[in-house]
């Protein structure tokens, strides 16, 4: 079974930071391109930041580049991270955890497996 678990999400003031984390079991971690993709009420999915082992390619939407970092741990947990720094309130949002079998894409509709979310709300 496929499991990607999204944790550290938060309440945060304006300019502060947050690590989200997400545990990807039940997929060959290094196989799959990683994402973090958000959704605001109302409006469509977004790929904030993907990352690819199988071709050393990463991503970030024009919006958050230079304030958020995306990572991955394949060494001892199969873990992605995204370190967000400079948050500002248009960064509030639900932050999903993504899995894709092709290489880094900032497409939403080529990942096939998503993790729960966690609530990201930045207050100004």
């Known amino acids: 079974e496929v499991q990607l678990q999204a944790s550290g999400g938060g309440l945060v003031q304006a300019g502060g930071s947050l690590r989200l984390s997400c545990a990807v079991s039940?997929?060959?971690?290094?196989?799959?391109?990683m994402s973090w993709i958000r959704q605001v009420p109302g409006k469509e999915r977004e790929v904030v930041s993907c990352t690819s082992k199988s071709d050393g390619s990463t991503y970030y939407a024009d919006s958050v580049k230079g304030r958020f970092t995306i990572s991955s741990d394949s060494n001892t947990e199969n873990e992605v991270f995204l370190q967000m720094n400079s948050l500002k309130p248009e960064d509030t949002a639900v932050y999903y955890c993504?899995?894709?079998?092709?290489?880094?894409?900032?497409?939403?509709?080529?990942?096939?497996?998503w993790g729960q979310g966690t609530q990201v709300t930045v207050s100004s």
């Open positions: 039940g997929i060959t971690f290094d196989d799959y391109a």
């Open positions: 993504a899995a894709s079998p092709t290489t880094a894409t900032m497409m939403t509709d080529e990942y096939d497996y």
